[in-house]
């Protein structure tokens, strides 16, 4: 399978990435690659086996419903671009 | 062309625990911004999210409460996409393994039909931050308190065909997650949020046409406008020979219309797979089964109680139950009031409805309580007052004057029930109307009801009607 310029740009659109236009056919040819990897698991018969959610043969640990967190606003904010009146602030979205 | 609507929603539930569903921070309403999220809220480099239980256990009640299937192994996705108030570029849900699947609620409609509509999953995730778009030098401001709210997403089946159907059953689920109280139901601050996906078609044909989905819509009465908004839209569309786009619309409530989301242009693609950071959650049946043992008393079976413990018409029983507030209230009325289900029944959805709305009260928030109400039913229950000047002690109530026994007594509302002083008062009305009285004998009975309005003029309202009417009906017969 191989993936073209398209499937590359929207792939790196949808995970934000900035990519250069002479590095696409690279990357093609790179998660190309892959996906023939990933063919060749396809060829084994899984029928009958159930899809693995982790690797880790556990179960999920529960915690109590508890506040333990306390009010650290500004030592995160301490590291943030910018903010103002408790808020983070962000280039302009508007949906 | 006959056209037919095909509706399915998507109930966003805040579920009302105290911390957030993978961190200890708090989930209260209102504090300042940013100041209840944590690292793990945050999205910071090295956390790791921890469970709530108790989440678990409140899906898992929902799910046992419409007869769904609960997963005894679920397991948390990542749907990814990129917004300023999702810190970490994903949203944690679950997507191929839901917790709960399959159940159903019963709506009703009009003329006391029913309907069953399917529920298709209902599965937990977190909420996200908020984002304020005010001026803030042209930034947008981002406040992360909700983010990591614990959310149950209630997706139903596409089985409603009018905006009605679909507001039935979305105060259905509204009153059943308060009845479970894993929900505080509160629309204005969001803990109760609505998508609806809307589609019509030809009637008799079965393929669905494509839908648009309408986003947020925060009160029932919105959620009705916004459907037969966009019911008629995509008629008009198609009868004009255009055909509907599949996309994301907002309904603009202050001009009753909706309208496309620009952003959702290009289709979203959320690359779910699933969180490496969260094992797969494993109920046994034991727990199932004790969340299923420890379920309150729901809607319709206090309903059904309700008719055949307090003898109510159905309609009175669905109107007391729709909210478990509103049952437990009244059912305190009717203790007090030494048993008068019906009055009590009357007064509660009459006035004492009547003044909360008129006050925009909750019934939570009643001036009056169940006990002075139910006093006050007790002295028209034992005739100390008669029905209609209870209306004036209510008011007086209402007003924080005291309590019915002290108004009753301070007012000198206390009912005539001595039937030698009301056949003295009987007398006189007859004798000073003697033409209506004649009038009354050659036949014109609707004068029946002038001289009940007579003696209760002289009485002031305070001679017992039954008393009235009996007396009156024998001094005219004789």
């Not at chain 1, 740009?9 to 892959?34: F, G, M, T, V």
């Not at chain 2, 009357?346 to 004492?352: E, I, R, S, T």
Request: a negative charge.
């Amino acid at each position: 399978m191989s993936l073209s310029r398209e499937d590359v740009e929207k792939i790196a659109h949808l995970a934000r990435l900035a990519i250069r236009e002479e590095d696409i056919p690279k990357y093609a040819q790179d998660l190309s690659n892959i996906l023939d990897l990933v063919e060749q698991l396809k060829a084994v018969d899984s029928d009958g086996v159930e899809p693995m959610a982790h690797p880790l043969e556990s179960s999920q640990r529960l915690r109590s419903d508890e506040v333990t967190e306390t009010d650290e606003r500004s030592r995160f904010q301490s590291v943030a671009p910018k903010t103002e009146a408790g808020l983070y602030l962000v280039p302009k979205v508007i949906e | 062309m006959e056209w037919e609507a095909v509706i399915g929603l998507e109930i966003h539930s805040q579920l009302k625990t105290k911390s957030k569903i993978f961190s200890g921070a708090s989930t209260a309403y209102g504090a300042e911004p940013n100041t209840q999220a944590c690292v793990v809220d945050l999205g910071l480099p090295g956390v790791l999210p921890v469970l709530n239980g108790e989440v678990v256990r409140m899906a898992t009640k929902f799910g046992v409460a419409i007869g769904a299937t609960v997963a005894q192994r679920s397991i948390f996705a990542r749907k990814n996409y990129f917004y300023p108030d999702l810190p970490k570029g994903y949203q944690i849900s679950q997507y191929a393994l839901p917790i709960v699947t399959h159940g159903h609620v019963e709506i009703e409609l009009e003329e006391g039909a029913t309907k069953t509509i399917g529920v298709t999953r209902a599965h937990l995730e977190e909420d996200a931050g908020k984002s304020l778009h005010e001026d803030f030098h042209g930034m947008t401001g981002i406040d992360l308190n909700r983010a990591g709210t614990p959310l149950l997403e209630i997706v139903s089946e596409p089985d409603m065909r009018s905006a009605k159907e679909a507001v039935a059953y979305m105060k259905k689920i509204h009153s059943l997650v308060q009845y479970l109280e894993i929900c505080d139901g509160n629309m204005q601050e969001g803990s109760f949020r609505c998508d609806a996906n809307v589609s019509v078609r030809p009637i008799g044909q079965s393929e669905l046409g494509t839908r648009t989905e309408l986003k947020n819509i925060n009160s029932f009465r919105f959620v009705e406008r916004a459907i037969n908004y966009e019911i008629e839209r995509q008629i008009d569309v198609l009868e004009g020979g255009g055909q509907i786009v599949q996309e994301t619309r907002l309904y603009d409530a202050d001009n009753n219309e909706t309208r496309p989301l620009r952003s959702k242009e290009e289709a979203m693609d959320y690359r779910y797979f699933p969180d490496p950071d969260l094992l797969p959650v494993e109920l046994d049946a034991a727990f199932i089964e004790d969340v299923r043992q420890q379920l309150p008393e729901l809607p319709e079976a206090k309903k059904a109680r309700f008719v055949e413990q307090y003898g109510l018409s159905v309609y009175d029983a669905g109107v007391l139950t729709a909210s478990r507030d509103m049952a437990d209230y009244y059912e305190a009325v009717v203790v007090a009031s030494s048993g008068e289900a019906k009055l009590a029944a009357n007064w509660v959805m009459g006035d004492l409805t009547g003044a909360l709305n008129k006050e925009g009260l909750d019934i939570t928030a009643s001036p009056m309580t169940a006990e002075q109400l139910g006093l006050m039913i007790e002295r028209i229950g034992d005739n100390t007052i008669s029905g209609k000047i209870a209306k004036k002690v209510f008011e007086a109530m209402w007003a924080g004057e005291g309590d019915a026994d002290l108004i009753i007594e301070s007012k000198g509302l206390k009912q005539v029930t001595d039937t030698g002083a009301i056949e003295h008062v009987i007398d006189d009305v007859l004798a000073n109307n003697a033409s209506q009285v004649e009038q009354y004998r050659a036949g014109k009975e609707k004068l029946f009801g002038f001289f009940v309005g007579q003696v209760m003029k002289i009485t002031q309202g305070k001679a017992n009607p039954a008393q009235v009417n009996d007396i009156l009906k024998k001094k005219l017969q004789s």
